[in-house]
């Protein structure tokens, strides 16, 4: 047997001191040590098990900088601590500047003193640098959290910066809970930025312009731009780049047991402020305005896991169009899938 062992050539010699050409057989092949699978148009994919940020897309995207290791989400491994003073910085590359893509990721906020914080919307993952004296951002993605309200608001920048100078944007309908973890999607389409809390779309916005990529690092945790005035304490964990649109199945998939009993595709976000009425028409074929027992069931507690009945305390029950449906009360429209 031939084995080739190439010392610290083909990367950085920091991250590596041996580099083999193929997989490690021990004790002829009853154990293999091989790199994990390839996930198709996943490019960058930081597990945060490790202290250095390494990259599992297979993608070669490790970062430039390490943190602290936190408690995990899954009860296996560590995530990446943040306290305010850190940032965890990737440089660019083709393979995680697309115009199509998606970013997944399960965040964790402590809840902290917020009076030392100048910023109330703080950036907990962008991809560029925003040159805030001369106006001049590059979000693409830019991922910010509202530390008063608790709302997510993604930008990207596109090529309608005229109008948008800081980027086209949606914001959450979802009020994320301190002291939990929480699955985030982004995905950004052709001609929308769609956002998914906990597996279920959340809230899409239409854009005018195309993506503008840049060539400036990824951060997550936090950015050089924002690190003194946002002193944010967080948790992040598994995140992943694709250079594709992912689709409700597969976050839904990945989001497993991010609603403790309940899988995400049993309820949908109707609308928020609406009367009984336009509450039951909100909701699409294969849904119907959730019964009482339905909400007792699962559904109302989705709602407070989101934040959605934040926005709005009076939920919406299939029984309030017989005898609500003349009046014009505004209440949270909440739709459960069709069974059988
Ligand atoms: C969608 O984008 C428009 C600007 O084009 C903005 O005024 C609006 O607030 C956005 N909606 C959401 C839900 O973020």
Redesign the pocket.
């Known amino acids: 047997m031939l084995i080739f062992i190439l010392l610290g050539l083909t990367f950085g010699s920091d991250i590596c001191d041996v580099s083999v050409d193929g997989g490690i057989c021990l004790y002829e092949g009853e154990s293999v040590i091989k790199p994990p699978a390839k996930l198709s148009s996943l490019t960058g994919y930081w597990t945060f098990d490790d202290n250095k940020g390494l990259d599992y897309s297979g993608y070669n995207n490790h970062a430039k900088s390490s943190v602290p290791a936190g408690h995990s989400s899954g009860g296996r491994g560590s995530s990446a601590k943040f306290s305010g003073s850190e940032y965890f910085e990737v440089p660019s590359d083709d393979s995680i500047s697309a115009k199509i893509f998606s970013i997944t990721f399960w965040v964790y906020f402590e809840k902290d003193d917020t009076s030392k914080s100048k910023e109330t919307w703080c950036p907990i993952l962008q991809k560029g640098d925003d040159d805030i004296e001369n106006l001049i951002y590059e979000r693409t993605p830019g991922i910010f959290w509202n530390r008063e309200t608790r709302a997510l608001k993604v930008y990207v920048t596109t090529t309608e910066s005229s109008d948008f100078p800081e980027g086209?944007?949606?914001?959450s309908n979802a009020r994320l809970l301190h002291h939990r973890w929480n699955h985030i999607a982004v995905v950004r389409t052709q001609s929308k930025i769609k956002l998914y809390v906990n597996g279920i779309q959340d809230?899409s916005?239409s854009t005018s312009g195309w993506t503008n990529p840049n060539e400036s690092p990824l951060y997550i945790g936090g950015t050089p731009a924002t690190i003194e005035k946002c002193l944010l304490h967080l948790l992040v964990d598994e995140t992943r780049y694709y250079e594709k649109e992912l689709s409700d199945m597969e976050i839904e998939a990945e989001a497993a047991g991010a609603l403790g009993q309940v899988e995400p595709r049993f309820i949908r976000l109707g609308c928020v402020d609406c009367t009984v009425s336009t509450a039951e028409s909100s909701c699409t074929s294969d849904y119907h305005l959730c019964t009482s027992i339905e909400l007792h069931s699962g559904a109302y507690s989705v709602a407070r896991i989101n934040g959605w009945t934040e926005l709005n305390k009076n939920v919406w029950s299939y029984s309030a169009l017989e005898t609500d449906s003349e009046s014009n009360d505004q209440g949270l429209g909440l739709c459960c899938l069709n069974l059988g």
């Open positions: 086209e944007y949606v914001e809230n916005n």
